[in-house]
């Protein structure tokens, strides 16, 4: 990169012996080649660094095979060209200390292995003005000696990059917390008193990012200024993690789940990183061909040209046991596997509802996504009350635009209470609610929402009321059947030709409200011809309705990501569109 420099985070490789636990699990016979893979992909790439986020190998240094693991690892990492840093994990060090798992705790005679064969346990470097610096969780809240040593020196390092102007960032195995820095302590955190100690130093330090393993699942949180990655495993999906998919878990009780594998690559720019996921599907060496080059996820200058409408819960928390990790316990996990197929794809414009942002968690998740680049639109149904005035003025830094759905009968009222509101902040659009189904029809179970491109009545009543234009932006519908390129150019026109800004809403492919839509090639080819068209169309903010398939109920049909948040042909479709000719 010509302003900034690459690096790559690889985290949980657990290599062991190919015979190792096959019978439970298959796909142990895959850890050493699998991660011979992610070495040939990082060896594509050009970076500054790798660093390993922990968990290099699985057998504890209780265990007999450790050492023979230790040396699987090495003769992997060995074909890598880049420098590689590591950092300490549970399964190369010992746990953390807990009072609720019997896996032997970190001890001060599990580090001549692990410092023999990688280096230090903890130590920093600079790549530029950028100061990188590796940490072992482990041994926090143990009182061993090396605990105090460290806390020490970490201090003392982060205190002296930041009074130097250098921008900070953090490697971790186990993250701070995976929710909330409140939550209560279980296998995949860090437990107080030092999970306060380490967020008040990312805070007086500024510090910049921190990149944490031991999930084996995507994960961003924020933290005050610090944005906080979990980074998938390189090897197996922990399967308690399949709780947050609504279908049944995948091979072996969700553990064999390859789309969910691989590496974050991250791009240090002047005064800003991006973490861009990239997926391994769990190739092994030599790769098969990958739905998806590489080249396309990593190529800098583009941008998904349409934005989607996320109808499934993304900020919701799933409460699951973990049995015999979290035996006494409950962990309270948000899916993030959708934020990462959105990231993967840069779709930047997100649609939601405005319930979405009605709790403090809804808002915060919204203002931590807004950090990193990511815009919202929110819509609601009826005439606005107080209540949604309030709501939207909260969050009227964080939202480009609200979207009020009402029956054209009720036009004239909500122009009456936008005129009572304030929300100069936000910019406000409408659209009418119409029935789904053919006209003559005596009732109308479903509908839809959005003007029509054809002499639409709704639309020339709403203009006449709304002289003073209060409304800059007019919601369109394109129906699945018509033509997207010329439903979105005519709606395009319209609205230029009223003064106003189009918000045009495509429906993804759907059959009968109780017969499924499968054709995932017709789904990619509508998500294509959408983004081309809206690549033209510069004053149209486009969305595709929706993003995760819709499998139950009515209207069922694949989407761009199925209902185990995994990519469907859609999504690459799109990406390699938009990465070969940024402009489509």
């Known amino acids: ?10 985290a949980d490789s657990h290599i062991r012996p190919p015979d190792q636990e096959v019978d439970a699990y298959p796909s142990n016979a895959l850890m050493v080649q699998r991660n ?19 968990d290099i190998v699985h057998p504890l240094p209780t265990e007999e095979t450790h050492g023979v693991a230790i040396d699987l690892a090495k003769g992997v990492y060995a074909e890598l060209r880049h420098p590689i840093h590591f950092v300490a994990g549970n399964h190369d060090v010992g746990d953390k200390p807990n009072a609720f798992v019997a896996v032997p705790a970190v001890a001060e005679e599990n580090y001549h292995a692990f410092e023999e064969a990688w280096g230090p346990s903890y130590y920093s ?12 969780t482990q041994v926090l809240n143990s009182e061993l000696e090396r605990e105090h040593i460290q806390r020490a020196w970490l201090e003392s390092d982060l205190d002296v990059a930041a009074a130097s102007g250098k921008r900070i960032f953090l490697f971790t195995h186990y993250p701070p917390f995976v929710r909330d820095r409140h939550e209560n302590e279980h296998y995949d955190n860090v437990g107080e008193p030092a999970r306060s100690w380490f967020l008040d130093l990312l805070e007086s330090c500024d510090v ?10 995507f994960l961003y949180n924020r933290h005050g200024r610090t944005d906080l990655y979990v980074a998938p495993s390189t090897a197996f999906v922990r399967p308690d ?21 691989g590496v974050i690559v991250v791009d240090v720019t002047a005064g800003d990183h991006i973490s861009r996921p990239v997926r391994s599907f769990g190739a092994t060496f030599p790769a098969k061909t990958l739905p998806m080059a590489v080249e396309a ?8 040209p349409v934005g989607v409408t996320l109808r499934h819960g993304w900020t919701s928390v799933t409460e699951f046991p973990t049995a015999g990790l979290d035996e006494f316990n409950r962990k309270q996990i948000r899916n993030d596997a959708l934020i990462l197929a959105l990231w993967e794809a840069r779709i930047n414009d997100l649609r939601i509802p405005l319930t979405d942002v009605c709790t403090t968690a809804g808002r915060n998740r919204v203002e931590a996504l807004t950090a990193r680049g990511m815009r919202f639109s929110v819509f609601s149904a009826g005439v606005p009350n107080p209540n949604s005035f309030t709501t939207v003025r909260s969050i009227s830094g964080f939202v480009d635009r609200w979207e009020i759905i ?44 959005g003007f029509r491109i054809d002499n639409d009545p709704h639309l020339a009543a709403l203009l006449e009321l709304d002289a003073s234009r209060a409304f800059g932006n007019l919601v369109f519908h394109v129906p699945w059947g018509n033509d997207v390129a010329d439903g979105v150019t005519r709606s395009n026109a319209i609205a230029r030709e009223y003064g106003r800004r189009a918000v045009v809403i495509i429906d993804l492919p759907a059959n009968s409200e109780s017969s499924t839509f499968d054709d995932d090639e017709a789904v990619a080819s509508h ?12 004053d149209a903010a486009v969305f595709l309705d929706a993003f995760v398939d819709h499998d139950r109920g009515y209207y069922t049909r694949h989407g761009l990501i199925d209902r185990a948040f995994n990519p469907r042909p859609a999504l690459y479709w799109l990406i390699e569109e938009s990465a070969a000719d940024p402009g489509l």
Not at 36 to 54: E, Q, S
Not at 241 to 261: C, F, Q, T, V
Not at 297 to 304: F, K
Not at 407 to 412: G, I, K, L, T
């Open 1 to 10: 990169m010509s302003d900034g420099f690459r690096f790559i985070v690889v």
């Open 36 to 54: 011979k893979y992610i070495v040939d992909l990082c060896n594509r790439i050009d970076v500054a660094f790798v660093v390993h986020l922990g």
């Open 297 to 304: 996820a990593l190529e800098p200058d583009w941008e998904s």
């Open 241 to 261: 993690y399949s709780e947050l998919a609504s279908i049944a878990p995948l091979a072996e009780n969700g553990r064999d789940d390859p789309p969910k594998l």
């Open 527 to 538: 998500a294509v011809t959408a983004a081309r068209v809206a690549t033209s169309a510069t």
């Open 208 to 217: 910049e990012a921190v990149f944490s393993g031991h999930v084996h699942n």
């Open 125 to 136: 470097f600079d790549v530029g003005d950028c100061h990188f610096v590796a940490i072992d």
């Open 406 to 449: 009402v029956r054209p009968d009720r036009f004239a009222d909500v122009l009456a209470s936008v005129a009572g509101g304030r929300t100069e902040d936000v910019n406000l659009a409408i659209a009418p609610i119409v029935p789904i189904g053919p006209p003559d029809a005596t009732a109308h179970h479903f509908v839809s929402a």
